[in-house]
């Protein structure tokens, strides 16, 4: 294992310790007032709402503090031991633990680090495995899936022949037969599976089977589900799969940031594809804050968490569907559910709508569109809610159970803002005993 390097190494007259430097946010606060008040607006917001963006999360204050390190000051491209930049002696050291706690954290033969966002890390592998033009099969982005796994906007749908798979019309699970038989006519160079808005298990042994008898590469995107994967919670795509990429800052609540996981066999071609292939200098204090992240993700307390996020999300899902509100797929299996506003049977009650009310009440989730969605995605049918957040703050079911009682009540009549208005007090208390991690 790599020693960190202390501090009583470095070479030159003595400066104080990091920690007896003048605090900076009071510095902000005097030097750039505007900006200040932005940031503590949104703390504000933060604190005094309930999350349940199932994407966002609040960090370990210690990823935070490695995130808004002098780190940021140095310019390191290329890799440990191999930069095109002098001076690279400690970031060297940031980023080999960050390397050897992904891997110890996920088990995998390789880990580059540098990616600087989950979509960066999805265009660097498909640059490192695939030819403009190839085709790769990925779930759509109407039932579940991701910008970057081919959205024609994005650069994956402009450079490679994206196709995809949609889910079972009655149990709105991944239907294995239909990817089977897609994959065997379209014969992909690439089998991509992850989603942003699937609240169900994956299949990785049978997927695998799938990718051999299709003669195709096997990709997960595991965004979402990073931290349950990390706690043993979730199925292990690392066995099954040639490659797994990852944000690093969702359920496993590090710091902003993507994360690719591959074979060894891959390492080279993902790691000149990451830098120089799509990328200049990496992040190096966002990489120290990865990993510091991937330690604490490694501790008991954190495998404890990730299993109140679970709880959370099944008694959210279980008083929501009480109340008249399904959940897409029946359920859940993990952090997030898709909830159907269909049954409310009130064309005027859209994702959109029910997003907006719940915001005033200072609920915060976003409106996402259900698998078989007659609405356009500015629009919807549904809104998707994730637990991660307001567990990290402690909240457990009881509180959950409350939560969905707010959201249905608002759901079934979000014309009503007295409602909205007796609600963000009632969240405003119960807010009060649950404070983020400063
Ligand atoms: N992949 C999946 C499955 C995601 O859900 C997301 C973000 O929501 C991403 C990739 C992209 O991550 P980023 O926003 O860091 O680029």
Redesign the pocket.
């Given at each position: 294992m790599t020693q960190p390097v202390s501090t009583s190494k470095v070479t030159g007259p003595t400066i104080p310790a990091w920690t007896e430097q003048p605090d900076p946010r009071q510095l902000l606060s005097e030097r750039d007032p505007e900006i200040y008040a932005a940031i503590e607006s949104e703390r504000q917001r933060q604190t005094n709402g309930i999350e349940l963006i199932a994407?966002e999360n609040y960090v370990f204050p210690e990823v935070l503090a490695a995130a808004g390190s002098v780190l940021t000051n140095k310019y390191a491209e290329g890799y440990p031991g191999r930069r095109y930049y002098g001076g690279c002696q400690y970031v060297d050291v940031a980023e080999k633990i960050a390397i050897e706690r992904a891997l110890a954290l996920f088990g995998a033969e390789h880990a580059n680090v540098q990616?600087?966002?989950?979509?960066?890390?999805?265009a660097a592998v498909y640059m490192a495995l695939l030819a403009p033009g190839d085709t790769v099969l990925a779930m759509k982005l109407d039932h579940g899936?991701?910008?970057?796994?081919g959205f024609h906007l994005n650069s994956s749908g402009h450079y490679y022949n994206f196709v995809h798979y949609g889910l079972d019309p009655e149990t709105e699970q991944l239907d294995y037969d239909l990817i089977r038989q897609t994959a065997l006519e379209q014969r992909p160079r690439l089998l991509l599976v992850?989603?942003?808005?699937y609240p169900r298990h994956f299949d990785f042994p049978l997927l695998r089977a799938i990718a051999d008898e299709a003669g195709c590469l096997l990709m997960m995107?595991?965004?979402?589900v990073a931290g349950l994967v990390a706690a043993k919670l979730h199925p292990d795509p690392v066995p099954y799969c040639d490659v797994v990429?990852?944000?690093t800052?969702?359920t496993l609540r590090g710091p902003?940031?993507?994360l690719i996981l591959c074979r060894k066999e891959h390492a080279r071609a993902i790691d000149r594809a990451v830098f120089p292939g799509i990328q200049g200098g990496p992040l190096m204090h966002v990489i120290a804050a990865k990993a510091v992240g991937f330690k604490l993700a490694q501790q008991a307390a954190f495998r404890r968490y990730q299993q109140q996020i679970l709880d959370n999300a099944q008694a959210l899902s279980d008083s929501l569907q009480r109340q008249g509100l399904r959940s897409v797929s029946g359920g859940t299996d993990n952090h997030l559910l898709l909830v159907d506003l269909n049954p409310l049977n009130n064309e005027a009650i859209t994702g959109k709508v029910v997003e907006t009310a719940l915001d005033n009440a200072s609920i915060h989730c976003n409106k996402n569109m259900i698998p078989f969605d007659k609405r356009k995605a500015m629009v919807t049918s549904g809104i998707r809610l994730g637990t991660p957040a307001a567990t990290t703050r402690g909240m457990k079911q009881g509180e959950f159970e409350r939560i969905g009682g707010w959201i249905a009540s608002i759901a079934h009549d979000p014309k009503d803002s007295a409602l909205q208005e007796s609600v963000r007090d009632e969240v405003l208390e119960m807010v009060q005993a649950f404070p983020p991690p400063a």
């Open positions: 994407s990616p600087h966002s989950g979509a960066q890390a999805n899936g991701h910008l970057s796994h992850g989603a942003s808005a995107d595991m965004a979402h990429t990852t944000t800052h969702k902003r940031g993507g």
